[in-house]
């Protein structure tokens, strides 16, 4: 059952932006909205208790309005994580930038910069070690059921939970000498994607097209969900809780931890990096490089693959040749040869210009080849 919608505080300003909270977050679900909007109703409810003058978006200023919102997140009690006033000042912003758009105020989107959410805690990426990604990979193949196969459709493609449940029946293209893709939907970025498949992948969307119940319209869901989205996703993390905790692992464990283990599994195999930001669906390299492990054993793999392959060392400088006699006969020799090379370029180009400047060039090597042969 979902939880009722908090109402935006009645201001003057809540009829811009409670559309702009639900344009931003089209493609995302119920608990994004709702984080927008509750960003959108702290910051109406400071708006009319500091501010109450307000009452159009272009009378909103850097200073006071938007600083002085920022000193109230810092000044809360008890105090909010760094995490969560980054979120905060993110999602205030984003709706600055929708309104600056929609309401052709491109000033909005100034309010607010980069620089003022607070740097995130960094955490460390998790992929799955490779005892984890063995034990989980045989249990779930064991269950067989919806959502561990899922949960292998996960591992093997990289996709988010979210992206996972919205996949269609007909996601697989066939490219032609046995070459697949799986269309992932439009997701957390806004963006969608054709992932590489193998084989395996096209028997686990096959083994998702069986298990959907029979009489249903063929515009569903491969996965299917009668009682809702969030009901499926909150069902798919209690499957993986429970395969971790049948074999033992006593970790505490998440399936998007299945997304970093895929990306380092491609990079380990040799997909260039640029690839796998594609693969992932990221925006920046960046995000991509907070996925990705790499350990001492991937930096010592990759030390010998270079030393073993000289096209990847850097070239050694060509070995000096013997500097030839130097005497008159031997100069000769050489403009003999620059006359031959440079009338061969001359015949090959095509502008005019060119020709010319080449010609004026051969008159003075013969001039300078006349005098040698006089001299010698």
Known sequence: MKRPRAPLPTHPLTKFFQPAAESVTTSLGDVSLRAYRATARHFLTYLASQYPEVDCLDQLRRDPHLLGWLALLRS????????????QV????????????????????HLLGRDDAPHKERRLPRPLTREQDLLLQQELSRRNDRNSIALLLM???????????????DCLLSLGNDQWAIHVPLGKLKTERWVPVDSLVCGLVDRLRSLRPPGRPADRLLSGRPPGRAWLIRN?????????????????LFPHQLRHTYGTEMLRAGVSFAAVVKLLGHKSAYMTLQYLEITQEDLQREFKLARSHPRHLVP???????????????????????????????????DHLTRRSLSRLANRLAKLLAVAKHLH
């Open 76 to 87: 809360r009690k008890p105090p909010l994580t760094t995490n969560h006033r980054a979120t």
């Open 90 to 109: 993110m999602y205030l912003r984003r709706l600055l930038e929708e309104l600056a758009w929609t309401q052709q105020l491109p000033a909005l989107a």
């Open 155 to 169: 591992r093997h493609t990289g996709m988010r939970i979210g992206e996972l449940v919205d996949l269609t029946p």
């Open 236 to 252: 798919i993390r209690d499957t993986f809780r429970d395969a971790a905790a049948a074999v033992g692992i006593k970790a505490r």
């Open 316 to 350: 050694h400088p060509p070995t000096p040749q013997p500097f030839p006699h130097a005497d008159l006969a031997t100069f000769v020799d050489s403009l003999h040869a620059a006359q031959h090379v440079l009338e061969m370029y001359r015949r090959s180009v095509d």
